[in-house]
Nanobody, 125 residues
Framework: QVQLVESGGGLVQAGGSLRLSCAAS????????MGWFRQAPGKEREFVAA????????FYADSVKGRFTISRDRAKSTVYLQMNSLKPEDTAVYYC??????????????????WGQGTQVTVSS
């Protein structure tokens, strides 16, 4: 139905930037949302950012607000996460997720229907 593929992860020094991409294939989104979650070793998966597919309304976790920017390209069925001013605590596997719903806002993993395999982001000090 839907396949999500993340890319753009890597190793960067503190203060640097990375741009993650999530390409969706299969079912076309007309409503719902796509989001980014991250999971560090020994920690629970946490919400990072999400964007409504139709209106492009963004939502951010307090920990990344002002540093990260989520955007989407509907023509390319792709969502991006621009990460600036990266900190060592941002180190985690970042996952792209998608949900199909009339009510689009969602900030918990259980609310999402599809997941990518994740891409590693490592921020060194």
């Amino acid at each position: 139905q839907v396949q999500l593929v993340e890319s753009g992860g890597g190793l960067v020094q503190a203060g640097g930037s990375l741009r993650l991409s999530c390409a969706a294939s299969g079912r076309t989104f007309s409503r719902g949302a796509m989001g980014w979650f991250r999971q560090a070793p020994g920690k629970e998966r946490e919400f990072v950012a999400a964007i409504t597919w139709s209106g492009g309304t963004p939502f951010y976790a307090d920990s990344v607000k002002g540093r990260f920017t989520i955007s989407r390209d509907r023509a390319k069925s792709t969502v991006y996460l621009q990460m600036n001013s990266l900190k060592p605590e941002d180190t985690a596997v970042y996952y792209c997720a998608a949900r199909f719903a009339i009510v689009e806002v969602a900030t918990t993993p259980r609310q999402y229907d599809y997941w990518g395999q994740g891409t590693q982001v490592t921020v060194s000090s």
